[in-house]
Each structure stands twice: as structure tokens, then as C-alpha cells.
């Protein structure tokens, strides 16, 4: 079963605008992560944020947790064409069952 | 390249037949994961090694697969009597603790027709 539910599902905004992809998951959790996947790279690792984290940030990308209200956000500034691709967010409870994705946000970035 | 790499990329087979897929972790990662991702959907955890040990196993994971890691290398991971429902990317990732970022191979898409 999936555990993350990612919105909204599909996203398309103009290049140059900011783009916010929302989690929210079930369990508690060790960690949180965020994942890009396009057709030709394949599943690429964009940042990891602990369960004692509120923020973090990485170029262009603002990562915020919040475990009180289960949820995560992904904020990508200044997009690009090249952003286009599907998002999933990732929990890892610290258990030995890997990590637990959800759907994904499509994300389509317009020239 | 020092990535985690899969072979095959493509499997197409007939209903019935046996399959097997390799993936080769980068060198220095102990853990090792197998997932799988249907269309439409995020990856679904199958497997987990931490060097050659089988630590966990998906619900998903029947009987008909098996994965090994011998000598805590490059995994396998076979699938018999593959039935149509079985049609989906299979995933390797691998990550090194203490940091527990995983990452992914370019996977294989297996077809079964």
C-alpha cells in the first residue's frame, strides 16, 4: 500500500513561475524524501529532510515538514522546461521495509 | 559510471516463462532494494539486503519470486511462472547508512504477454 498522497496530481505552470507539490502521509516517520522521475533519467534522489527538520533547502528547491499535521511541501522557484517530470514523495518509518512513495505530482513546465 | 546499473533494460516474455533481472549496487553501498512501479503509480517496496542477508520482504513479493545477493554484491531477482499482472518496472536501488538516501537504478520494464 501507499502511505504518501501527493497534490495536486497534475500541475502545469509557465516557466519562470514557482511551482508547490503538497505529501501527506499516515505513520510516523524517520525521514522524508522527495524524488523526480522523467523518462530519460529515472528515479533521482532531490532531498532528504529528518523527522526533527522543519525546513530545508537545496538551489532551487524549499523542502518543509510538518509533523504534527503529517505533511510535506516541495517548492521549486524559478522553474525551468526541464523541471517537467513526475514528483513523489518517500517516507522511511527507520524500519528494514525501504521507503514508501506515493502517487506523484505531475508536473509539466510550459516555455 | 558509478551509478546502479540493470540489465536487461527490456524483458518481453510469454506467460509461464521464468525471468530474471540483475541489478549491481554502487561498490561501496550495503543496502541493497528491490521495488516495483506500475503505470501511473509511485514504486512499491519488494526487498530489502543488507549485504547478502534477506532482511524483509513485501506481502507483494509471492511466492514465485525469489532475490538473492550472494557474496553481498549484485542482486537477482527471479520471477517463475510469470503471469500478466507481473507486467511493471522493476526498481534496484542501493544506499550506504548512515545516510539513507537510495539510489535508483534505470530499471527493467518487463512485458508479459
Known amino acids: 500500500s501507499q502511505q504518501g498522497e501527493e497534490d495536486p496530481q497534475a500541475l502545469s505552470i509557465q516557466e519562470g513561475e514557482n511551482a508547490t507539490m503538497n505529501c501527506s502521509y499516515k505513520t510516523s516517520i524517520n525521514n522524508l524524501q522527495w524524488y523526480r522521475q522523467n523518462s530519460g533519467r529515472g528515479l533521482v534522489h532531490l532531498i532528504l529532510i529528518r523527522s526533527n527538520e522543519r525546513e530545508k533547502h537545496s538551489g532551487r528547491l524549499r523542502v518543509t515538514l510538518d509533523t504534527s499535521k503529517k505533511s510535506s511541501s516541495l517548492l521549486i522557484t524559478a522553474s525551468r522546461a526541464a523541471d517537467t517530470a513526475s514528483y513523489f514523495c518517500?517516507?522511511?518509518?527507520?524500519?528494514?521495509?525501504?521507503?514508501?512513495f506515493g502517487k506523484g505530482t505531475h508536473l509539466i513546465i510550459q516555455p | 559510471d558509478t551509478g546502479v546499473s540493470q540489465n536487461p533494460r527490456h524483458k518481453i516474455t510469454k506467460r509461464g516463462q521464468n525471468v530474471t533481472f540483475r541489478c549491481d549496487p554502487i561498490?561501496?553501498?550495503?543496502?541493497l532494494y528491490w521495488y516495483r512501479q506500475t503505470l501511473g503509480q509511485g514504486p512499491e517496496f519488494l526487498t530489502y539486503f543488507q549485504n547478502e542477508a534477506q532482511l524483509e520482504k513485501s506481502r507483494l513479493l509471492s511466492d514465485r519470486f525469489s532475490a538473492e545477493r550472494p557474496k553481498g554484491s549484485f542482486s537477482t531477482l527471479e520471477i517463475q511462472r510469470t503471469e500478466q499482472g507481473d507486467s511493471a518496472m522493476y526498481l534496484c536501488a542501493s544506499s550506504y547508512p548512515p545516510w539513507n538516501e537510495q539510489f535508483f537504478g534505470p530499471g527493467t520494464r518487463l512485458t508479459v504477454l
Open positions: 561498490s561501496e553501498h550495503n543496502r
Open positions: 518517500a517516507t522511511d518509518g527507520g524500519g528494514a521495509d525501504g521507503l514508501t
